[in-house]
């Protein structure tokens, strides 16, 4: 069901808040928006133990939850600059995508970049999810390319300024 919101002030907003059946098997909370201006809802791990990532060590970390997302949607998986910055914590596929014909538990792919092994607890916030519309592409195969001021210029072509 996709549910509208209309904003009544001046400057005009639209909202679409899509409802998404979920599975928590964990004893914490959904997803969550931490404030009104956030994109992302965190994600939080559910461990029956700590875990500890050695430098340069990859797990999955499990969340206990399932979902499932209407056609047209995806979810994006991506990491918590406090824990980034602090930690040196973050995601090996970032963002990750969930589709929607996914069914399983959405797991989290954590990296540890420091130089110091870091523990990860049950419940703590790990990453954040931002659910987002997609659309498909039909290719048109061409042998032209329209042209345009910045052309094949790639990787820095912008300059540093």
């Known amino acids: 069901m996709i549910v509208f919101i209309l904003s009544t002030s001046l400057t005009f907003a639209a909202t679409i808040m899509i409802q998404v059946a979920i599975i928590n098997k964990s004893p914490h909370e959904l997803p969550a928006y931490?404030?009104?201006g956030a994109s992302g809802m965190d994600l939080r791990a559910w461990l029956p133990e700590p875990v500890t990532l050695a430098p340069m060590e990859r797990k999955l970390i499990p969340t206990g939850?399932?979902?499932e997302l209407p056609g047209g949607f995806e979810a994006q998986v991506r990491p918590r600059s406090g824990l980034a910055i602090k930690k040196g914590l973050t995601l090996i596929n970032t963002p990750g995508t969930?589709?929607?014909?996914?069914?399983?538990?959405?797991?989290?792919?954590?990296?540890?970049?420091?130089?110091?092994a870091q523990v990860i607890t049950d419940g703590e916030r790990i990453a954040q999810m931002i659910v987002a519309k997609y659309e498909r592409v039909e290719w048109q195969q061409s042998t032209l390319l329209e042209d345009t001021t910045r052309g094949a210029g790639g990787f820095g072509h912008s300059g540093a300024h």
């Open 65 to 67: 939850l399932y979902m």
């Open 34 to 36: 931490q404030t009104d």
């Open 98 to 116: 969930i589709d929607s014909d996914y069914r399983g538990e959405i797991m989290v792919p954590m990296v540890n970049l420091s130089a110091e």
